[in-house]
Every structure is written in structure tokens, then in C-alpha cells.
């Protein structure tokens, strides 16, 4: 039933049907489209029914500088159809598009709809996407900004409790926010995966009789850890070549699997190597605002943890010490806090590790 082939695939755009057949309509539409978020659909569109085998992606710069990488459309629909399949999509549903379609995680979205001939509804990248939907979305992929600001307005709460499935990537679920989804009806699944590995190779049930702590590898996916401990993913079918990642996992004897954090989130504070995203999911427990974590040089220490917190937290920054004493491991208290008006993030919704840094850099003598 998954429609492979280029030539004959068909999708649904906001009440209209497009294939191969529109391509100069779609060429047009991506420079006359009024509409931002619907002219770059048009555009990737166009860009998809050309006679090109690839299509240009850019990774989300969380961790580094934004790169521009081409991958195969091949692989792409073959990554398409093993979420289409694992979710039970069928021909006719409806699908919100209400990412930045710079990123891989959007860009599939529209291969999805093609591949399981969906229909897409396209929304402007914001924090509430299903603000002003009034119409039926069977599938929905959002990042955990968008989940948590969408359940605390009871409109859009209801929208999504309608729902059928809904995948959350680009970040990790928190456990505030899980709890939050335990007595929604729609199936909710946390994603693993980047853009080397054409969006994920991995799902977690977050609600239901099925939620899980753990990672399960779609079929054809295999892991392993490197000497590191990083997660190393073969997946023959979506990667030329086994990808070594940056992500410090534990694999489990039932196949599943934990991201512990980045590699290159390894703080050493005086012989010390403190995991940055272990940390922070520690300081949730104390801090309900938005806030990181990040390092600078110190001349003893070698490097110094820092805090970066918005500036409306009520609690002071010498209450907050004793507090973080008091809870963390001794060695593991943030060293300086930063106040600032917001705290980075990419365009995907991460958190901007690079522009963290950055900024406590630039602050000199912090405090």
C-alpha cells in the first residue's frame, strides 16, 4: 500500500492534491505562495517531484554550527514507510505540518504524507500549534516546546486529546511533562534520531499500557556502543555506513535502550566529569523556569559549571546555591549563575549548547 514511487505519488495540501504532474505549478507557487509555511512546502515539493535523487537537509546546530547535507529521497521514503507502518497510517488521514522545514524532522513529515498518501495541513512554526485547528489531524509531530505550551491551554488540550498519534522529537520529554500526557487518549511517542539518520530510527511510548523508560529500534535497526559508550546505530538501509553518535547510551538485554546525554556535554570540573544533561534533569526537581547549563575555563578547576537561568526565577542567587547544595552531589553545583533574559535555543527547539557557552563566555567575570 506505501506508494514508492516517485512518479505516482499524490499528496494533500490544504485542500488541494499535488503530484509529479503540478511540478512547474509547484515551482510557481514556492516564489508566489503568500503564505510562508505554504511556500516552503511548495518549494520542497518541487524540489521532491524533480528529477534530482537527493534533497538538501540542514541539522539543527544544537551542538555546533548548522551544516547543509544532501541525502538519497530512496532512503528517505524507506525511513517514511517504517513510521507509517509502526503507527497504522492509511491513505485519507490527515497530518499537521507545524515544524520548520529547514530540519529533517518537517521534511519528513511531507515524505510520510506521500509515501501513505496523507493530507497535510501546514501551520506557521509556533509554540501553539493547534491553536486555530479546528479541522480533524490524525498525526501530529511537535517538539516538547510546543507539547507543553499546547497542554496548558485547555482548547488545545482538547484538540490534541482527539488526536490519534502524536511523535515528540528534537528534544527530550522531561518527567513533569510525561505525567502530564499518563490520561491523554492519543498514543504519544518520543523520537530518537538526527538528520544522518533520516529523522528516527526509534520510538518511546509515553502514555498508555505500552510507555516505557526505554528506546525500541524499528526493525532492521541495530545497536552498539562504541569505546566511549556512545550509541552506534546500523541501520543499512538508512546510512551508507554505521554512524557513531555523540549520545552516551545503556543498552538493555530486551533490546530497548537510554540516552544518558552528549559526549561533548561532559563537563571536567576539577577531575570531576559531570554529565550536562544528567545535571539538568537533577535541577528540574528545584527549577520550574526555563534554564541550562554550561561551562567556562577556571584556572583551578579546569572548567566551571554554570548556570543559566531566566531572570524572573523569584528565588535569589544565594538562596538558589544553598538549595543546589543541599540537593546535589558536592562537586556537582553549578559553580556561577547567569541570569539572562531567555535561554538559546536551536530552531528545532533544542537548547543552543554552542550560544550557551557563548553567552557565559561573553558575560567575563560571571556571576
Not at 516546546?145 to 490519534?164: F, I, K, P, S
Not at 535541577?283 to 554554570?306: H, Y
Not at 537561568?309 to 540537593?327: E, G, H, Q
Amino acid at each position: 500500500m506505501w506508494q514508492t514511487e516517485i512518479e505516482r505519488q499524490h499528496v494533500g495540501v490544504e485542500g488541494r492534491r499535488f503530484s509529479a504532474a503540478d511540478l512547474h505549478e509547484l515551482a510557481a507557487l514556492s516564489v508566489e505562495e503568500e503564505d510562508e509555511a505554504l511556500r516552503a512546502v511548495y518549494a520542497f515539493l518541487a524540489e521532491w517531484f524533480s528529477p534530482a535523487s537527493t534533497v538538501e537537509v540542514q541539522t539543527s546546530g544544537s551542538t555546533g554550527v548548522p551544516k547543509r547535507m544532501r541525502v538519497e529521497k530512496e532512503r528517505m521514503m524507506r525511513s517514511a514507510v517504517r513510521t507509517c507502518e509502526f503507527l497504522g497510517l492509511r491513505p485519507g488521514d490527515t497530518a499537521l505540518l507545524c515544524m520548520d522545514l529547514k530540519y529533517i524532522g518537517a521534511k519528513m513529515m511531507v515524505v510520510r504524507a506521500l509515501v501513505a498518501g496523507l493530507h497535510l495541513w501546514v501551520r506557521r512554526p509556533s509554540g501553539h500549534p493547534l491553536a486555530d485547528m479546528e479541522e480533524r489531524v490524525d498525526f501530529l509531530s511537535v517538539v516538547p516546546m510546543q507539547l507543553y505550551n499546547t497542554l496548558g491551554q485547555a482548547d488545545e488540550r482538547e484538540r490534541l486529546a482527539r488526536v490519534r498519534c502524536v511523535i515528540v522529537g528534537g528534544g527530550a520529554v522531561d518527567e513533569a511533562l510525561e505525567r502530564r500526557l499518563e490520561y491523554l487518549p492519543c498514543r504519544v511517542y518520543s523520537t530518537y534520531g538526527m538528520t544522518e539518520t533520516l529523522s528516527h530510527v526509534a520510538l518511546r511510548p509515553l502514555n498508555g499500557p505500552e510507555a516505557s523508560a526505554g528506546y525500541r529500534p524499528f526493525e532492521g535497526v541495530s545497536l552498539s556502543l562504541s569505546a566511549r559508550g556512545t550509541l552506534v546505530i546500523h541501520a543499512p538501509e538508512l546510512c551508507v555506513s554505521d554512524l557513531e553518535t555523540n549520545d552516551v547510551a545503556r543498552l538493555y538485554d530486551d533490546g530497548t535502550f537510554m540516552i544518558v546525554g552528549r559526549a561533548d556535554n561532559v563537563v571536567n570540573s576539577g577531575g570531576v566529569k559531570i554529565q550536562i544533561e544528567e545535571e539538568e534533569h537533577r535541577l528540574k526537581e528545584l527549577i520550574s523556569v526555563p534554564f541550562a547549563l554550561t561551562s567556562v575555563p577556571d584556572r583551578q578547576l579546569g572548567e566551571a559549571l554554570v548556570l543559566l537561568l531566566v531572570r524572573d526565577f523569584p528565588m535569589d542567587d544565594a538562596d538558589l546555591f544553598s538549595a543546589m547544595k543541599a540537593f546535589l552531589p558536592r562537586y556537582h553545583v553549578p559553580r556561577h549563575i547567569l541570569r539572562v533574559e531567555t535561554v538559546p535555543v536551536a530552531g528545532n527547539g533544542k537548547v543552543n549548547r554552542k550560544a550557551c557557552r557563548e553567552l557565559a563566555l561573553g558575560a567575563g567575570a560571571v556571576r
